[in-house]
């Protein structure tokens, strides 16, 4: 069973950080990319970060430039979002998902999970 489960999400205040996993398992994770995306109630979802598990090229949306670090840890299937500096623009709730290659475009990924829910408060 192909499976993305996130976690580490919650309520920080601006400026703080919070730190998403995303595990993943059901599915060669080195044949595929993983990215983070995240939507905020009533808007579009939004790519948010993205690397590859076999070449470790990593994407990031401008607006995460420079706050937020994505990587991987091949041996536990599982990729990270390290999220810095954050602000309540950045409240949403964010998923990961899986395709073979990093894209921004939601209808391109194969798998996604649940969800976790980020809250920013100011």
């Known amino acids: 069973e192909v499976q993305l489960v996130e976690s580490g999400g919650g309520l920080v205040q601006a400026g703080g950080s919070l730190r998403l996993s995303c595990a993943a398992s059901g599915f060669t994770f080195d044949d595929y990319a993983i990215g983070w995306f995240r939507q905020a109630p009533g808007k579009e979802r939004e790519g948010v970060s993205c690397?590859?598990?076999?070449?470790?090229?990593?994407y990031y949306a401008d607006s995460v430039k420079g706050r937020f670090t994505i990587s991987s840890d091949n041996a536990k299937n599982t990729v990270y979002l390290q999220m810095n500096s954050l602000t309540p623009e950045d409240t949403a709730v964010y998923y990961c998902?899986?395709?073979?290659?990093?894209?921004?475009?939601?209808?391109?990924?194969?798998?996604w999970g649940q969800g976790t829910q980020v809250t920013v408060s100011s």
């Open positions: 998902a899986a395709q073979p290659f990093c894209s921004w475009y939601v209808a391109e990924y194969d798998y």
């Open positions: 690397i590859s598990s076999s070449d470790g090229s990593t």
